[in-house]
């Protein structure tokens, strides 16, 4: 694969709704519609708690499945039910923004890159005051991970979100994986 360069580069998109709230999933759904080609993979994965009624006016929109009740469980679950190759995860009621994967598809060099966003926090004058730029402090909102690089980690553990994540990533790190903080790719 070419260095840093334009790249294209199969993928798809997950919405995880751990609310599974219809409108804010319609919302996302449409956001990548309008922006991205019509033949662009999109699934949704709700929690353990979604009762059938609401799981079936979600299939409507797009394929859905279940993952359980907590957040680590919807990651797993769409990751591993996702688009076969790149996948890039999104938060029901996120506006996704265009272009996204021209974006992180530039910075790939192959399957074992996990790409997210880098957030920055500003101040009432508009300056700068935390920035987010670590695997483990980034948002979920667009973390683009290839599904074979996925399954050879494993699942992000039941722990708390951010403790999760730290042990994830490590596992990732000790297998080769690369990971790379994006500026430019924060979702609305």
Not at 88 to 110: A, M, S
Request: hydrophobic share 35%.
């Amino acid at each position: 694969m070419t260095r840093f360069a334009k790249k294209e580069l199969s993928f798809g998109f997950v919405i995880l709704s751990p609310e599974h709230n219809i409108g804010r999933v319609k919302g996302t759904f449409r956001s990548i519609r309008n922006r991205y080609d019509e033949n662009v993979p999109i699934s949704c994965v709700v929690d353990g708690d979604t009762k059938p009624s609401e799981l079936k006016e979600l299939k409507e929109v797009c394929p859905t499945t279940r993952g359980k009740k907590t957040i680590t469980s919807l990651l797993n679950a769409g990751i591993r039910r996702g688009h076969k190759e790149w996948n890039i995860l999104v938060i029901e009621g996120t506006t996704v923004r265009p272009k996204l994967d021209q974006k992180y598809f530039y910075w790939v060099e192959d399957e074992k890159d996990i790409l997210f966003p880098i957030v920055v926090d500003y101040n009432r004058e508009g300056l700068p005051v935390k920035i987010y730029s670590d695997f483990h402090e980034a948002s979920l909102n667009g973390i683009c991970i290839h599904q074979r690089t996925f399954k050879e980690i494993g699942d992000f553990t039941d722990n708390p979100l951010a403790i999760s994540k730290k042990y994830w990533s490590h596992e990732a790190i000790s297998q080769g994986c690369h990971f790379k903080s994006v500026l430019g790719t924060k979702m609305l």
